[in-house]
């Protein structure tokens, strides 16, 4: 299983990582040149969750934008009964 979002596919896309000689014009320099690039890749933020899904419930790697824009309903766990609260004494 790898790095991609199980609902809506998102997975790594790659780039570059670019570093950067030289001083800014706005602070007085000729201005920065790009020395050097590499490879990189960029991961989605994937999370595991329980969710509903038809009715089931099922545990999925969901990227976070696919959590935070509501597209499935995360399942509350289910707790156990609430225990009872010491009564105070007076004496």
Known sequence: MGAECQLCGRK????????????AKRKGGVG??????????????LQSARVMINGTVRRLRICTRCLRSGKVTKVVSRTSAPRP??????G
């Open 32 to 45: 920065q040149h790009i020395s050097g690039r590499t490879r990189r890749e960029f991961k989605p933020n």
């Open 85 to 90: 609260q010491p009564t105070a004494q007076t």
């Open 12 to 23: 790594k896309s790659l780039g570059y990582k670019l570093v950067r000689r030289g001083l």
